[in-house]
């Protein structure tokens, strides 16, 4: 069978899944850009280090790992093996959207930015972040669209196979593949400072919840599907494909379901250790300084009470000269 663009068909061997990578103009710049950006993380971290300032481990590992995840989708035999097997392409959705994403997010690459940069880049930046074409884009609706109408609208219609056969088109979406993942994914991490759309812990565990029921229904109509996804898969590929997918989203369901419930718990128990702390200082204050009852300290006044054991009062004299 013609694989795309009347390559012929790439048959499976170890061999090719070890040598096989891809080095056109599209992976190759992809791979640039990959570098640079690595560089310019480790550097950032560096000289986090030279002022002092630890930067976690766990998210420059997981950065690297995010970024050797998106080129193994775009350059590696993966790529190559998308021309002739469904599964292949939908291991390249899965590193582009469900993989990389989420450990790029644990990264916070935006916070690292914003710590290492001049002013003048943290104002731009900012100013980013806080515009309205920005809140429209990364609108929980937006990303929805972005992250699963683009995914059906692939894999249930006729573009999948348009995209195989001009690979221009599949590589541009592949990049909105893998932008749709990273609106998706960087609220639900919720390290990088997100001025809209702020997520609590209950609704990130509903959104999870949706897309896993969102995503296997679509594993599901591939498996029942009667044609081959693309003129140059099998139908015992794509339908294979689809078990994958199907699969894959409760492994990533569980993945990304467990970490979030248990920082939500720590959470909680870090509000309650806050509050706690509160009220033994306040027992601590003389009755004269003590807030009234049901009235929690200010931030001000307990920036003020950590420094100096006690809560200055506000001085009459004010309301004695408007007596």
Same mark, same amino acid.
């Given at each position: ?9 790439? %048959?499976?061997?170890? &061999?090719? /899944?070890?040598?096989? @990578? ?12 990959? !570098? ?25 590992? %997981?950065?690297?790992?995010? $970024? ?12 190559? /093996? ?30 690292? #930015? ?29 990303? @929805? ?5 683009? *995914?059906?609208?692939?894999?249930? =219609? +006729? ?5 195989? &056969?001009? *690979?221009?088109?599949?590589? =541009?979406?592949?990049? #909105? ?5 990273? #609106? ?12 809209? @759309? ?7 565990? /509903?959104?999870?919840? $949706? ?16 044609? +081959?996804? %693309? ?8 339908? =294979? ?6 699969? =894959? ?10 970490? !979030?419930?248990?920082?939500?718990? &720590? ?29 929690? $300290? ?26």
């Amino acid at each position: 069978m013609p694989g795309m663009n009347g390559v012929g068909r790439v %048959a499976f061997s170890l &061999h090719i /899944l070890l040598t096989r @990578w891809q080095w056109g103009l599209f992976p190759m710049v992809m791979l640039a850009v990959l !570098i640079a950006i690595e560089i310019w993380y480790v550097q950032g971290v560096f000289d986090l280090a030279g002022r002092g300032r630890h930067w976690p481990v766990q998210r420059t590992v %997981a950065f690297v790992v995010g $970024l050797v995840a998106v080129d193994l989708a775009l350059q590696s035999p993966i790529a190559t /093996l998308t021309g002739s097997y469904f599964q292949a392409h939908v291991v390249q959705h899965l590193l582009l959207m469900a993989v990389a994403p989420p450990l790029l997010a644990l990264g916070a690459p935006s916070t690292l #930015l914003l710590q290492t940069s001049s002013r003048k880049t943290k104002r731009r930046w900012l100013a980013v972040l806080r515009s309205r074409p920005f809140a429209v884009i990364s609108h929980p609706v937006t990303a @929805w669209c972005l992250y699963f109408g683009v *995914m059906y609208a692939f894999f249930l =219609s +006729p573009l999948i196979n348009v995209a195989m &056969h001009h *690979m221009a088109l599949m590589d =541009s979406l592949n990049l #909105l593949f893998f932008f749709g993942g990273t #609106l998706y994914w960087w609220p639900m991490v919720g390290i990088d400072p997100i001025v809209h @759309w702020k997520m609590s812990y209950g609704v990130r565990m /509903l959104n999870i919840l $949706l897309a896993t029921g969102t995503e296997a229904f679509l594993g599901v109509a591939i498996i029942a599907s009667s044609k +081959p996804a %693309a003129s140059m898969y099998t139908l015992s590929s794509t339908r =294979s494909g689809g078990g994958l997918l199907w699969m =894959s989203t409760e492994l990533v369901t569980l993945g990304a379901f467990i970490p !979030i419930y248990i920082k939500w718990v &720590h959470s909680e128990e870090r509000v309650a250790v806050r509050s706690d702390k509160r009220m033994s200082d306040e027992a601590a204050l003389p009755e004269d300084q003590r807030p009234p009852p049901n009235q929690a $300290l200010t931030p001000w006044a307990a920036e003020w009470l950590a420094r100096t054991g006690a809560v200055p009062q506000m001085s009459s004299n004010r309301t004695e000269r408007g007596g």
